[in-house]
């Protein structure tokens, strides 16, 4: 079916309509709805603005302060991606992170952070749990992981990956 958005005056009521779909659906059997909720939490809302503009749902739930207050246009929601073995400048990455809200550190272990270590590109977007690590080869992108922000050790290598704003600005 189509997508159906829900604002709510307040967050708890937000919150407990997020709970009580997800506990409806549990009840009767029917596959989990995916449910964002638009809130206060940047991370948050830029991941569920990234959800939205590829369809990824079946219910959105709002404020009427926080849909008020920060809405970004489609046209300004850039995002970057990167496949194994293609080619990329280096400086051109680094600038799209800064633009769009990173922050640079010695090491990620928080969303909206990133970390460049000679080859090495670390980066946490919020559509995804855990940072990536994107090994290069000169301009020539060798391997793309997600890892373990504590440990530092790799868990899953993948094939490509997409970046979204760490900010809506």
């Known amino acids: 079916g ?9 967050d708890e009521k937000a919150e407990n309509m997020k709970e009580d779909l997800q506990a409806m659906a549990a ?3 029917l596959a989990t709805p995916v449910v964002y909720t638009y809130s206060g939490d940047l991370n948050k809302r830029v991941s569920t603005l990234y959800n939205i503009q590829r369809n990824r749902f079946d219910f959105l739930i ?11 246009s489609r046209h300004n929601f ?12 280096r400086e051109k990455i680094i600038d799209y992170l800064a633009r769009n809200g990173y922050v640079r550190m010695d090491y990620v272990d928080a969303e909206g952070e990133y970390s460049v270590r000679g080859e090495v590109l670390d980066i946490w977007p919020g559509n995804y749990e855990m940072p990536l690590r994107l090994v290069f080869d000169d301009i020539r992108l060798e391997s793309v992981r997600q890892f373990d922000a504590e440990t530092q ?4 290598l993948l ?10 600005t």
Request: aromatic content about 8%; charged content about 30%; proline content about 4%.
């Open 78 to 89: 850039e995002t970057m991606k990167f496949a194994v073995e293609s080619a990329y400048a």
């Open 27 to 29: 009840f009767s059997g």
């Open 153 to 156: 050790r790799s868990q899953k």
């Open 62 to 72: 709002t404020t009427r302060d926080t849909i008020e207050k920060h809405i970004v």
């Open 2 to 10: 189509r997508p159906v958005m829900c604002i709510f005056d307040d």
């Open 159 to 168: 094939q490509d990956c997409e970046i979204i704003p760490a900010s809506e």
